[in-house]
């Protein structure tokens, strides 16, 4: 293990950079993965490791998590905990930082039961919860558009608990292309709408179906909706007008599943 005691270093700038921007993310193809948890999950899924940082505490409180990182990663540095928190997402940081390689979600075929389609999610947090509620529901896949949020934001890591790292994930070249696409098949597509659509409580969700959530201002727009199959509304008696994309989907994919558990 090598040792880092500047900020000025080339490695703390590099991931720094990594730790804020998308575009740089994209770019570089890599992310940063905090936390023993959030590690420990990233490192059972097989995602490829560039590179790790520990303060020497953390080294030594997680021996174990440190022996399975030398099994992967040759890169390992040891940061002083000031310099590890300024590059820190954190506000308490364990002292654990993994440098990963995005894996590919670009590419998948058609075969599932339950899918959720995600268009122009802006908002890492509700992003990150529903990546945490597809997996605990059991969805199938989460299909999102290229405009949705980074999936390897820290927001959306610690969001959705690792669920990131095991959730099937796909992100097509042409969203609305992959869309048209599944209606071909024999697999059922909803746009979920504000009002106007089928009561989700009356949908028979017992097919092959995909339901499209959108954007947390705007919803979906009308191309995707246009693309679908049929509507379905969660009706509401309070006097709010909407519900946020995180609680919409959730509420949508319990109901998807509900019938396959009672």
């Not at 268009?119 to 989460?142: K, Y």
């Not at 659509?197 to 097919?207: A, E, I, P, T």
């Not at 006097?239 to 994309?245: D, G, P």
Request: hydrophobic share 40%; glycine share 6%; with cysteine.
């Amino acid at each position: 293990m090598r040792e880092i005691t500047s900020r000025d270093n080339d490695t703390i700038k590099y991931i720094s950079r990594l730790a804020v921007s998308a575009s740089f993310r994209k770019k570089e193809n890599s992310f940063l993965c905090e936390g023993a948890r959030l590690c420990g999950d990233a490192l059972k899924s097989g995602i490829k490791v560039r590179a790790a940082f520990f303060t020497e505490n953390a080294a030594n409180r997680d021996s174990d998590l440190l022996l399975s990182v030398k099994s992967v990663c040759e890169d390992i540095y040891i940061l002083p905990q000031p310099l590890f928190k300024r590059v820190s997402d954190t506000s308490t940081p364990q002292g654990v930082m993994l440098l990963c390689e995005c894996p590919s979600n670009s590419q998948g075929d058609m075969k599932f039961s339950k899918a959720i389609a995600l268009e122009r999610i802006q908002d890492p947090q509700n992003l990150g919860t529903v990546l945490r509620s597809a997996e605990a529901f059991g969805i199938d896949l989460l299909i999102m558009s290229k405009d949705c949020c980074d999936i390897f934001s820290p927001k959306v890591l610690r969001g959705s608990m690792g669920a990131v790292f095991r959730q099937r994930i796909l992100i097509p070249d042409d969203f609305y292309s992959y869309i048209s696409d599944i209606n071909k098949t024999k697999i059922k597509t909803y746009a979920a709408v504000v009002r106007n659509g089928q009561d989700v409580l009356s949908v028979d969700f017992s097919h092959p179906c995909c339901v499209l959530i959108g954007n947390e201002g705007n919803g979906l727009s009308e191309r995707a909706v246009s693309l679908c199959g049929g509507k379905l509304t969660i009706n509401m008696n309070g006097r709010a007008e909407s519900l946020n994309a995180a609680v919409a989907s959730s509420l949508i994919m319990w109901e998807m599943v509900r019938g396959n558990r009672y």
